[in-house]
């Protein structure tokens, strides 16, 4: 793995307060509850054997989050007395974002787990223990730079919203289809935060974060892939199934990157696009 190089790893607090708090103020607008959701209208009899599978896969990768938040906190401290006043200040502020994100993901994770129970997939008890075994391990990212962490997640939360639009398309239990449409919209604000946070630093910095963004789409692996038993052969089968492609998402570095670096035929920023694409052919 190579570091990015010479790069500040921070952006101001107050621009990193700007980024969130447009972040968290959507999320409070166009937040959901399961209460809400309309459980009367589930039709477990349409659900395929490929359906219950794709939500029992997508229910460990979204309740592994207090392992994602554990791993931010650690990477982003907020207690820590000897911290400078700028880190501090910077990790603040991501915490307020992470608050929200957690909050978000730990609604998908309470729907999908009681979707499984109500239509018969599991027992609360089965459940539980399945979720304990994978959500007892460790989750951590192998990146130095803030600027690759975050775009390792605008990855990640890019592939996830693409997933559940696939998903959506292939099922038609209605209750279901819902679901996965709400599910989608919230990883899309997520994205959208990712996105901009990413776009703050390549702005700032210009081709000289291209590296480190290259790094980490060579070293991309989704969340769970290197400890869950079995994780490729179940999600290449749901992929398969959904017609989906995870590196799909590795084109949005692409046009982030060219939308803040306008330098005509910079070297850097053409070789991103071919790499992209030269891993997209052989995955």
Wanted: aromatic share 12%.
């Amino acid at each position: 793995m190579t570091e990015t190089p010479v790069l500040n790893d921070l952006l101001p607090a107050l621009e990193m307060h700007e980024l969130v708090d447009q972040a968290v103020t959507r999320a409070g607008e166009r937040s959901w509850t399961i209460a809400e959701l309309d459980w009367d209208s589930l039709r477990p009899e349409r659900l395929s054997e490929t359906d219950r599978s794709a939500v029992r896969f997508i229910t460990f990768v979204e309740d592994h989050i207090p392992g994602y938040l554990s791993h931010f906190l650690e990477a982003f401290p907020v207690a820590d007395a000897e911290q400078e006043l700028e880190r501090f200040g910077f990790n603040r502020e991501y915490f307020r974002f992470l608050v929200a994100w957690a909050g978000d993901e730990e609604r998908h994770a309470s729907a999908l787990g009681r979707y499984q129970v109500e239509t018969g997939m599991a027992t609360r008890e089965e459940l539980l223990m399945s979720l304990a075994e994978e959500g007892r391990k460790k989750f951590v990212l192998p990146y130095e730079h803030p600027v690759q962490s975050f775009a390792y997640t605008l990855i990640q939360e890019k592939a996830t919203q693409l997933f559940y639009q696939r998903f959506r398309e292939t099922v038609s239990e209605p209750f279901l289809k819902d679901l996965l449409g709400r599910l989608a919209r919230d990883e899309a604000r997520h994205f959208a935060f990712y996105s901009n946070l990413v776009g703050a630093y390549v702005a700032r910095d210009g081709a000289a974060a291209v590296p480190g963004l290259k790094d980490v789409i060579a070293t991309f692996r989704m969340p769970l892939a290197d400890t869950m038993k079995g994780y490729w052969r179940w999600s290449l089968k749901v992929a398969d199934a959904t017609s989906y492609d995870h590196t799909e998402s590795y084109d949005a570095v692409v046009r982030l990157v060219r939308g803040f670096v306008d330098t005509p035929g910079e070297p850097s920023v053409d070789d991103l696009g071919d790499f992209v694409q030269a891993i997209r052919r052989v995955r």
